[in-house]
């Protein structure tokens, strides 16, 4: 099946909708990573169940933008960070 075990970036969300269940197996089988993308642009990223938090932790880590005054609008440009 093309997307994990041969090293490509990504499958079209049209090509893994009919073989959904195939993917979640081989994803499930070797480990890796399945990125789903949408017209070329990843859009989904699919990774094996960890049991360790730390794990899922780890993807979120630098992803936060501290606020001084959390109360006040927030500036255009931290928007634009955020696409």
Known sequence: MQGVSDGKSGVAK????????????????????????????????????????SEALKMLRNSVIKYENPTEPVGLNDWESLK
Do not use: C
């Open 14 to 53: 049209s090509k893994f909708k009919p073989h959904a269940l195939q993917y979640f197996r081989e994803v499930e089988q070797t480990g890796k990573a399945l990125v789903i993308t949408d017209r070329g642009k990843p859009v989904l990223k699919i990774v094996p169940y960890s049991e360790n938090p």
